[in-house]
């Protein structure tokens, strides 16, 4: 079996290229991989109403316009659905400064990009299994 057989995981990244590289790691361990290329709120909420169950959500941090991934982490949190999935952000921003700011937030972990081939799939399973990853590459 593996690691990652039979788990769904919602991604919510503007980067194409990140999204398809997050995206085969994934999908090579067994997950599902579900995503979002940020449109509005009204969309995400929407598209991930439509993917549940969801054993993850994995946000970017930065996207065009005014929002970020800790906007995004406050209208999924709204919606109770979703409170018990945990959520990791996903980024290249300085986690010297955004791992605390995630942590006060209440996001379940933060994984630096590039991403380690080596490492994000079991990064991804200790997420979904209840442990917190704060990986800073």
Not at 8 to 28: G, K, T, W
Not at 77 to 94: K, V, W
Request: include cysteine; hydrophobic fraction near 45%; aromatic fraction near 10%.
């Amino acid at each position: 079996m593996l690691p990652l057989e039979e788990k769904r995981i919602f991604y919510v990244e503007d980067n194409v290229s990140n999204l398809a590289l997050v995206q085969m790691i994934l999908e090579q361990q067994g997950a599902k991989v579900y995503f979002e290329r940020w449109g509005d709120e009204t969309d995400l909420i929407s598209r991930l109403q439509s993917c549940m169950p969801i054993n993850l959500i994995l946000l970017d941090l930065m996207f065009a316009g005014n929002t970020n991934g800790y906007d995004l982490f406050d209208n999924i949190r709204q919606i109770p659905d979703f409170n018990l999935i945990p959520i990791a952000m996903l980024s290249a921003a300085d986690p010297s400064i955004e791992m605390p700011k995630a942590r006060a937030k209440g996001f379940t972990g933060y994984i630096s990009k590039p991403v380690k081939l080596t490492l994000f799939p079991q990064q991804v399973a200790d997420l979904i299994n209840g442990q917190h990853v704060w990986y800073a590459g």
